[in-house]
């Protein structure tokens, strides 16, 4: 019977591990892409992820493979990204699944991300296929290897893959352990349906497309459907799969991973990990769904075109279908008028989110500088949840304030502990523990402020490190913390979207590097500009962009038609990006200026 054919599996590693590498392989070994349409990274299909090298989202494929034994099998493929922002996509392919390949690069070893990633496989009861990668390698070194994934995740690593997802070595040994590791699905074909929502993409001709495990019964086009977290119906469209490309089928049935179209023109309607099942003869219980992730940075978005507000709302809620870790809520700023304060889970998310909306919605977007979320307790005995540092009570009200704290975890070779922990204290990391992995390296947790982490100290550590450390974190709640809020004046006028807030003890330096940042961005206007930062009334920084003397065009000739051409439209470009702020025009860059002091 079918079923017992078919094997969901996903592929999970750290970054750069060798995961897409592979995915490509098997899908090139399994004849699922002819030879000639063969892309690096063919799961990437987003542009940003082939630009950048990197997975952001899960992709399901479906392929046959012709085993050893005889028998053609169907294999459902998720892949999932390594980035620790996007550690969310990994649990929710991962509940498709049976089973999950761990690939380790021969030449790294276990690192952080590949822990908390076979962690959550493992918590959901996955059966695990390690697999050891670039065995090409000449600095490979299997044993060690093999050692670290016993000693550091206790699985059993004597029966590994040894592989090289570049070469196609070792690949077929990988598609029979999958037949014969791997469980095939269970599930009752003629129980209620019960399909969860791993994932879902706004069509416009078929409206939202849902991407499906189907764990009891069956779904086929017609069947009226129900979603179990808001009892909404709808009538069954089309179904498929992905193989790479959509490919319509009459049913799937328990087991299977596919794609739902159902004319689901409401987009709030549908929520990644809620149940389908069927209006007529409804599921009691809903499958366990996703635990809910919180965003832990956050920043205000606004359309340089004020009129584009709704655009922006628009497109900010078909981004949200398949990203469920976005959040928005609307904000006015005094500076930059109508927009939105966006949380997202880092700021690799958030530069992803900025340039799909960008890209893919045609919007022009001014994005103020990224900031955690502050509990704050009143003088009042009140408490509130700050996410705009300009919204920070006045501090003569304030209690006491908390901010978020994480456990950082760093595995490094013994050689740069040093270096680590000076990186490590600086950033108001406080000690917890550090363990030996092996002869080579150590695992060394901090405790650290949120803030102190999301802005550079994941490049700080790398280039400290010689690229060599590893890093994963998770958030471990909320300290009392010496802040204070800095606001920035330009001209006078305080810019509410350039507040931000900072630990006491940086707060001098910090204001002067801020100031300094903001003098080079500001470009010259007809009328000097003064900028300050203050602390309450307290002025910490002062700097001034001076007035122009000149006109552009009076550096060219008369008669120089091209060159003229040219320096006004590069003061076009320049333009763009630009928001008067009162009488000051002020670009892009100068909202960001917070991160971009060295
Ligand atoms: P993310 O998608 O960003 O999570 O990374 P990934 O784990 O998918 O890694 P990817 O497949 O993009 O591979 C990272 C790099 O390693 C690429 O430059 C690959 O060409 C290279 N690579 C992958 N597998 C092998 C291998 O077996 N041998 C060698 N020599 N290089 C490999």
């Known amino acids: 019977e079918r079923q017992k054919h078919i094997r969901n599996f996903s592929i999970v590693a750290h970054i750069d591990h060798g995961k897409s590498t592979l995915a490509d392989r098997i899908l090139e070994m399994t004849d699922t892409i002819p030879e000639r349409e063969m892309k690096n990274q063919v799961l990437d299909n987003m ?41 969310y996509e990994v649990s929710r392919s991962l509940a498709a699944c049976e089973g999950a390949l761990l690939v380790v690069d021969a030449t790294q070893g ?18 695990i296929i390690p697999v050891i990668n670039k065995i090409d390698l000449p600095s490979a070194d299997v044993d060690r ?37 791997i ?72 087991g299977d991973v596919g794609y739902v179209a159902a004319s689901i023109k409401n987009i709030e309607e549908t929520r990644v990990g809620d149940t389908v099942t069927s209006a007529i003869h409804p599921a009691k219980e809903p499958l366990k769904g996703y635990r809910k992730i919180n965003p832990m940075v956050y920043s205000g978005m606004y359309p340089v075109d004020n009129a584009k507000f709704n ?50 919605y045609d919007l022009e977007l001014i994005m103020t500088a990224p900031s955690v979320d502050y509990h704050v307790e009143l003088t009042d005995g009140t408490e509130k949840v700050i996410q705009n540092p300009s919204e920070m009570p006045d501090m003569s009200t304030v209690k006491e304030i908390q901010e978020p704290y994480v456990k950082a975890q760093i595995m ?45 100290f994941f490049d700080d550590l790398k280039s400290r490190t010689k690229g060599y450390a590893s890093l994963d974190y998770e958030i471990d709640g909320y300290r009392t913390s010496d802040l204070v809020k800095m606001d920035i004046l330009l001209n006078g006028d305080p810019v509410d979207a350039l507040s931000f807030i900072v630990h006491r003890d940086f707060a001098y330096q910090r204001g002067k590097d801020v100031v300094n940042q903001l003098k ?53 470009a320049g333009k763009k990006r630009m928001k008067a702020v009162g009488s000051v025009e002020v670009p892009q860059e100068a909202f960001m200026a917070i991160l971009n002091m060295n």
């Open 183 to 254: 469980p095939a699905p269970t599930g009752d074909l003629d129980a209620p349906l019960k399909a969860l929502i791993f994932d879902s993409v706004y069509d416009n001709y078929r409206g939202v497309v849902l991407n499906v495990r189907v764990k009891e019964g069956t779904i086929k086009v017609g069947d009226k459907i129900q979603m179990m977290s808001n009892n909404k119906q709808y009538e069954v469209t089309e179904v498929g799969v992905m193989s790479p490309n959509a490919v319509q089928r009459d049913e799937l049935e328990a």
């Open 110 to 127: 276990v690192q952080a991300q590949t822990l908390a990633n076979v962690d959550l496989a493992i918590d959901d009861d996955l059966e």
């Open 412 to 456: 490094v070779p013994n050689d740069y502990v040093g270096a680590v922990m000076e990186l490590a204290q600086a950033k108001r990391g406080e000690f917890d523990t550090m363990e030996y992995l092996d002869k080579y390296r150590v695992n060394i947790v901090y405790e650290m402020p949120l803030s102190e982490i999301i802005f550079d």
């Open 311 to 360: 655009d922006l709302r628009e497109a900010l809620e078909k981004l949200k279908l398949n990203d469920a870790a976005l959040e928005f809520t609307p904000e006015t700023s005094k500076a930059l008028g109508f927009g939105f304060r966006v949380g997202f889970l880092g700021l690799l998310h958030m530069d992803v989110v900025q340039e799909r909306l960008e890209r893919d």
């Open 145 to 181: 290897v093999k050692e670290e994934i016993e000693e550091m995740i206790g699985l059993d690593a004597s029966d590994a893959a040894l592989a090289s997802a570049k070469t196609g070595l070792g690949v077929h040994d990988i598609l029979e352990k999958i037949v014969h590791e």
């Open 520 to 572: 080079k961005t500001i470009p010259r206007q007809q009328f000097e500009i003064p900028i300050q930062a203050t602390i309450g009334n307290k002025i910490v920084a002062r700097a001034t962009v001076k007035a122009y003397r000149k006109n552009v065009l009076a550096k060219c000739y008369g008669g120089d038609i091209t060159r003229k051409r040219k320096l006004l439209e590069k003061q076009k």
């Open 47 to 87: 542009d940003l992820e082939r630009e950048r090298g990197i997975t952001i989202k899960l992709n399901a494929v479906e392929l046959n493979y012709q085993a050893d034994d005889g028998e053609t099998y169907i294999f459902h493929l998720i892949d999932t990204p390594g980035h620790v922002d996007f550690s």
